[in-house]
């Protein structure tokens, strides 16, 4: 039913295109596979989000002093000013290293089912820890990073205010809860394509709306789906053709590393596709440059089809309509360091 559905607006809006969209009928199968982002954050399911702690979360996030060396916080590769990524192929790390992957947007990560791009990080509390401790990224251990907030009377007070009634407020835990709260708050709703979903038909231009269709028809949507167009579900990069090894790296089997599970080789989670105009070079590998050009892999590797250039266009545009309202976050004041706050330590 769904098919035969998917036929006809695909129909109406890609083989008859100078005809008027039937948007209507277009809105309902959208509602079908997605949603719009709300104007305000989901509660977390193991943490509350107070001002004291968001706040905290803040300073935190943007804090190079988490790292062994003092130069990498987590908003250098999460940059908030760019879309919540670096703009690098992969992020380099402690010691000038390249890490692995290309980082993941930090918008709308609230809305992922896990977190990284094999999925073992169930949230991002936990995802948090994870960069602090690896060696090719912050280099640091929890005891470290303990002592180092402890040494700062502005952390002992944001700790206090932040986990009210705590014996020992300050702990790598509560570190990760409090940046956990903060990139809560971090969602872009309001995007075009979201006022069309609202009832806006002329939020989408006639090629913004003939994408729409043609993401749907496709199959994009299958893997693609939900509030973040991603993000929930794990597949093979390469379902129909596996790409060449500059965008599918040998070395890096994706969930396989993690499970040891055959059924896991090559297997990432879906991308979430919101501002990702914004969030160039794409795929996990970092090795694409240009929105168009994914479109295409895409098409070829997951779906095995050879998109015609009027395709790739009309979905491009249209995935354009994906970029929400960017909040303005101001760079919080850092607590000042005292004399036993630990040194840097050489790159």
């Avoid at 979360?57 to 940059?79: E, K, V, W, Y």
């Avoid at 290293?97 to 290309?102: E, I």
């Avoid at 912050?138 to 470290?144: E, I, S």
Wanted: net charge negative.
């Amino acid at each position: 039913m769904r098919t035969l559905f998917l036929s006809a607006v695909a129909l109406a809006a890609l083989a008859a295109p100078a005809l008027a969209v039937d948007d209507a009928a277009l809105r309902e199968e959208a509602l079908g596979w997605f949603e719009p982002i709300p104007m305000n954050p989901p509660a977390l399911e193991n943490n509350v989000m107070t001002r004291a702690r968001v706040d905290l979360g803040a300073q935190l996030f943007f804090d190079p002093r988490i790292s062994r060396s003092g130069l990498f916080s987590c908003n250098t590769c999460h940059n908030v000013g760019m879309g919540g990524v670096d703009g690098l192929e992969v992020s380099i790390g402690h010691g000038w290293q390249k890490g692995p992957r290309n980082a993941p947007t930090v918008y709308n990560a609230i809305f992922n089912a896990a977190q990284f791009w094999d999925g073992r990080a169930p949230d991002l509390a936990e995802q948090a820890k994870g960069p602090v401790q690896a060696g090719v990224e912050m280099n640091n251990t929890p005891d470290r990073v303990v002592e180092t907030l402890r040494s700062m009377e502005g952390y002992v007070v944001g700790f206090a205010a932040a986990f009210p009634g705590e014996a020992d407020a300050i702990s790598f835990h509560n570190m990760a809860r409090a940046i956990e709260a903060f990139e809560a708050t971090l969602i872009t709703p309001n995007a075009r394509f979201d006022q069309f979903l609202m009832g806006d038909d002329n939020a989408l231009n006639a090629q913004e709306k003939r994408g729409l269709a043609a993401f749907m028809a496709t199959g994009c949507a299958s893997c693609h789906g939900g509030v973040n167009f991603g993000g929930q579900e794990y597949f093979p990069f390469g379902v129909v053709e596996r790409p060449g090894a500059r965008v599918l790296p040998e070395g890096d089997r994706g969930r396989f590393q993690m499970t040891q599970t055959a059924a896991d080789d090559y297997v990432f989670r879906a991308a979430p596709l919101r501002n990702i105009e914004l969030t160039a070079p794409y795929f996990h590998s970092g090795a694409v440059w240009d929105l168009e050009e994914a479109v295409a892999i895409m098409g070829v590797s997951q779906l095995g089809a050879e998109l015609t250039g009027e395709e790739v266009a009309d979905i491009t545009a249209f995935l354009r309509t994906l970029t929400g309202e960017i909040p303005r976050v101001e760079h919080p004041i850092l607590p000042v360091r005292s004399q036993s706050t630990p040194l840097p330590e050489d790159m």
